[in-house]
């Protein structure tokens, strides 16, 4: 079985930073792709941020030029850099990674932004 730990959240102000960081741990010898979602009270999970074992990346319009998706392909983590929030932000957020044979998200993690 894989699992999938996120740390980081929090709460944080508008404008402010924060950083996520997903572990995963298991049976796990590459993966196809890892990834970010959230989901906001009231809505359904979307997708924020992906990021290949070769390091292609893909964002959600919302999230272009604030947020960063990383990978250490070694140590089977994806960390998500996130500059410049903004209440919308506020959510809680998923890690996600899919590999041969398997889908797995974590548990979540609540970012929350408010002054």
């Known amino acids: 079985q894989v699992q999938l730990v996120e740390s980081g959240g929090g709460l944080v102000q508008p404008g402010g930073s924060l950083r996520l960081s997903c572990a995963a741990s298991?049976?796990?010898?590459?993966?196809?792709?890892m990834g970010w979602y959230r989901q906001a009270p009231g809505k359904q999970r979307e997708l924020v941020a992906t990021i290949t074992g070769s390091g292609s990346t893909n964002y959600a319009d919302s999230v272009k030029g604030r947020f960063t998706i990383a990978r250490d392909n070694a140590k089977n983590s994806v960390y998500l850099q996130m500059n410049s929030l903004k209440p919308e932000d506020t959510a809680i957020y998923y890690c996600?990674?899919?590999?041969?044979?398997?889908?797995?998200w974590g548990q979540g993690t609540q970012v929350t932004v408010s002054s």
């Open positions: 996600n990674m899919k590999i041969i044979g398997g889908n797995y």
């Open positions: 298991g049976s796990i010898f590459s993966f196809y792709a």
